[in-house]
Every structure is written in C-alpha cells, then in structure tokens.
C-alpha cells in the first residue's frame, strides 16, 4: 500500500474500503471482514497505519493534509503501536455490539476496555472557541500520531451511548455479519450490501429450490 514496510511511507496505492454501515464506529469493526466464516482465517483489513490512516481520511474523520502529515511523521514503532490500539478498540466494541444483537450482556472485561479509551481520547481534546459557541477538539496542528485512535474512540463513545443503538443491525449473511444502521423506510434492511452479500444470498437459495 504504501512505500515503506509499515505503511507510514509515501503511498503508492490507495485502499478503497466499504463504508456501508452509516457510522465510523462500524465501519471498524467490519475492517475484520468474515470475523464468522468457517474455513479460512477472517481477512484482516487494518493490515498497517498505512491503512487506518487511509481509513480515516475515508470516513471523514480526519483531512488527506493530516494523513499526510501522520505518514510522514510517526515513527515504524509508535505506528505499530497505535495500529495494535486500535484493533484491540475494535474487538471491544465488536464484543460488545454483536452480544447486543444477540440479546446478551457484554462482558465485564470489553466494557472497561473502551472505558480506558473513551477516557483518554476525552482528556486529549481541549475546549475551543469556534467563533459562535465552545466545542470541544482534538489538538490536530501538529496532528498527533494517535489523530486516527482518539477520532475512531470518540466516536465510538458517541455510537455507543446514544439512541442510534437501536438502528444497530448485522448482515443476513451468516459468514459476514457486518453491522451498519438501519435507517431504510420499514427498518427492514437485511444486507451489507445489496449488490454483495444480497445477491449471493439469492442466488445461493435459488440454487438450492432447484436442487429440492
């Protein structure tokens, strides 16, 4: 993806990812994708900060100057360890969200994970006049290498403890299970994706009529 081993060098190729799920905080956790198939391993999606940096400039949530700025600036170490942060922040919000759907408690132990990051994404923003009111912002000049961790932990935080929890739906598809939220007319969306896993699904039930 990039021109050097961890992907904090110039970028040679630019990973497009799928932001079906309406909400960042999703968005992540489908970056391990098929977390449910048999078989062969889930496809990890975050492979270098090459990739979460690429990530956020996608869903917004940081600028291409500030990606620019973290690739050239943080270290091969510091970017490995703020790649690792954030998979571990996404397997507990995936815990989480999927026990949710499933109509169980989350464990103890994923709720005090996001905990630690929610607190300290929190005590890296600084309260700011904007011109008509206060707000609160990250410090981004110069942005910090941990920029895509504290974004995607705030917005996290934000998903999580708000109404939009109960828009929180997963793909049909038992070997994807994506999450995304469910602002269709009837709340009935079912896929992903209806071009990917809708599709599939269909010709694969189509296949089996004609075998019955």
Same mark, same amino acid.
């Given at each position: 993806?990039? &021109?050097?081993?961890?992907?904090?060098? $110039?970028?040679?190729?630019?990973?497009?990812?799928?932001?079906?799920?309406?909400?960042?905080?999703?968005?992540?956790? @489908?970056?391990?994708?098929?977390?449910?198939?048999?078989? $062969?391993?889930? #496809?990890?999606?975050?492979?270098? /900060?090459?990739?979460?940096?690429?990530?956020?400039?996608?869903?917004?949530?940081?600028? #291409?100057?500030? &990606?620019?700025?973290?690739?050239?600036?943080?270290?091969?170490?510091?970017?490995?360890?703020?790649?690792?942060?954030?998979?571990?922040? %996404?397997? &507990?919000?995936?815990?989480?969200? /999927?026990?949710?759907?499933?109509?169980?408690?989350?464990?103890?132990?994923?709720?005090?994970?996001?905990? %630690? /990051?929610?607190?300290?994404?929190?005590?890296?923003?600084?309260? +700011?006049?904007?011109?008509?009111?206060?707000?609160?912002?990250?410090?981004?000049?110069?942005?910090?290498?941990?920029? $895509?961790?504290?974004?995607?932990?705030?917005?996290?935080?934000?998903?999580?403890?708000?109404?939009?929890?109960?828009? *929180?739906?997963?793909? &049909?598809?038992?070997?994807?299970?994506? *999450?995304? *939220?469910?602002?269709?007319?009837?709340?009935?969306?079912?896929?992903?994706?209806?071009?990917?896993?809708? @599709?599939? +699904?269909?010709? %694969?039930?189509?296949?089996?009529? %004609?075998?019955?």
């Amino acid at each position: 993806m990039s &021109g050097s081993a961890n992907g904090t060098g $110039p970028r040679t190729e630019r990973r497009l990812f799928e932001l079906i799920a309406g909400h960042p905080a999703l968005d992540l956790v @489908n970056t391990l994708d098929w977390r449910f198939r048999e078989g $062969p391993p889930p #496809e990890e999606l975050l492979k270098d /900060y090459g990739d979460l940096v690429r990530f956020a400039e996608q869903g917004g949530l940081i600028s #291409e100057a500030q &990606g620019r700025r973290l690739l050239r600036n943080t270290s091969e170490s510091k970017a490995a360890r703020i790649v690792d942060a954030v998979r571990e922040l %996404r397997e &507990g919000a995936a815990q989480i969200l /999927y026990a949710a759907l499933e109509g169980n408690d989350p464990a103890a132990s994923s709720v005090k994970l996001l905990e %630690r /990051y929610f607190r300290d994404a929190r005590e890296s923003q600084h309260l +700011m006049w904007d011109g008509a009111k206060l707000a609160w912002e990250l410090s981004q000049s110069p942005a910090p290498a941990e920029l $895509p961790l504290w974004t995607l932990s705030l917005s996290t935080a934000d998903l999580m403890t708000s109404d939009e929890m109960h828009r *929180l739906r997963e793909c &049909g598809n038992s070997e994807c299970r994506w *999450l995304f *939220l469910d602002t269709s007319k009837n709340h009935t969306r079912r896929w992903c994706d209806m071009k990917i896993c809708g @599709n599939r +699904m269909k010709a %694969r039930r189509f296949k089996a009529q %004609r075998r019955a």
